[in-house]
């Protein structure tokens, strides 16, 4: 079973950025795409940004693009959104996912892994 750790989250005001960054056990991070999603309250889960084993592919929905860009570290092994000009309607709990794929995907049935998510609220 992998596990996967997200971090960084917390209260930030519109307008500010913040950098969730997220660890995943084993070969996880190494051998599989990883992956941002979000849930707002009262809302579905939504898909945000993945991206690929080696860093190379990346893939967006609607939310991700723009204001928010996805990234590995692999000198500290994780996978960070960064996510800049926030808005009131981005308070969500962000979970990581990692994948079964080795390549960037926007199909959230691919992803078997999750953290226990982390709460991003943003005041206006």
């Known amino acids: 079973q992998v596990q996967v750790e997200e971090s960084g989250g917390g209260l930030v005001q519109a307008g500010d950025s913040l950098r969730l960054s997220c660890s995943a056990s084993g070969r996880a991070f190494n051998n599989y795409a990883m992956g941002w999603f979000r849930r707002a309250p009262g809302k579905e889960r939504e898909f945000i940004c993945s991206?690929?084993?080696?860093?190379?592919?990346?893939a967006c929905g609607d939310i991700g693009r723009g204001r928010f860009t996805i990234s590995k570290d692999t000198y500290r092994n994780t996978v960070d959104l960064q996510m800049n000009s926030l808005k009131p309607e981005d308070t969500a709990v962000y979970y990581c996912a990692v994948s079964t794929l080795t390549v960037a995907s926007m199909d959230a049935s691919r992803f078997g892994s999750w953290g226990q998510g982390i709460q991003v609220t943003v005041s206006s």
């Open positions: 991206i690929g084993r080696l860093g190379r592919s990346t």
